[in-house]
């Protein structure tokens, strides 16, 4: 059996926030049916096509990233500004396998977005 990720959870002091955050930024369905401090938010593609958004009273941004597969890391840095995030790192190559970017969310957590080489 393979180790492949298959949940993750975004902390957020704000679930309602956040949740609309994400749904604006890419499109996902957010599930607020778990209660007061926990929704789960589908992408609808992909390996992983889902996660948690756990509310915490207190965030404190860790060192671990999660990378969203995009098409359009510039447009999507842009984006994120837009929605009240704030970019981090600039569309960059990595050589022989694409290009990634980074942004924070509303509540500092550092999320990366990549493009495959072709």
């Keep these: 059996m393979g180790h492949t990720i298959c949940h993750l959870e975004i902390p957020t ?4 926030r956040s949740g609309e955050y994400y749904r604006k930024l890419f499109g996902w369905e957010i599930d607020y049916g778990l209660g007061p401090d926990y929704a ?3 992408t609808g593609e992909g390996v992983l096509t889902g996660g948690g958004l756990d509310r915490k009273d207190k965030i404190t941004p860790g060192n671990i990233i999660i ?10 840095l842009e984006k994120a500004e837009k929605l009240g995030g704030r970019k981090v790192k600039e569309k960059t190559e990595i050589p022989n396998v694409g290009w990634f970017g980074l942004f924070t969310d509303l509540d500092g957590n550092t999320i990366g977005l990549f493009t495959p080489r072709q």
């Design 13 to 16: 002091t704000d679930l309602k």
């Design 67 to 76: 990378y969203v597969q995009v098409d359009d890391i510039k447009a999507m």
């Design 40 to 42: 789960l938010f589908n």
